[in-house]
């Protein structure tokens, strides 16, 4: 599957719940590591890959996509299982 093809289906989702909510959370970390990901391997901006998969974000989403991608990489790593666990 492409994956801004993915992205396209997955922003929708992401207005359609509850703002602040666990689901919303879960929806919209996984756009951001999905643009990411995109980013990655294209050099693509976060404008740019939302304008290719037809799809707009208000003033709100982008924001919060905008935070919660500052709180991800700030965030706090999982630690890796300890040998022989």
């Known amino acids: 599957m492409n994956f801004v093809d993915l992205i396209q289906g997955l922003l929708p989702l992401v207005s359609q719940v509850v703002p602040g909510t666990a689901d919303a959370t879960l929806l919209a970390t996984a756009a951001i590591n999905i ?4 980013q990655s391997q294209s050099n693509m901006t976060t404008d740019e890959i939302l304008q290719r ?3 707009t974000l208000d003033e709100n989403e982008k924001m919060l996509i905008a935070d919660l991608a500052r709180l991800q990489d700030g965030g706090v790593k999982t630690p890796e299982p300890e040998p022989g666990l």
């Not at 643009?35 to 995109?38: A, H, Q, S, V």
């Open 35 to 38: 643009i990411k990901l995109i």
């Open 53 to 55: 998969a037809g799809t």
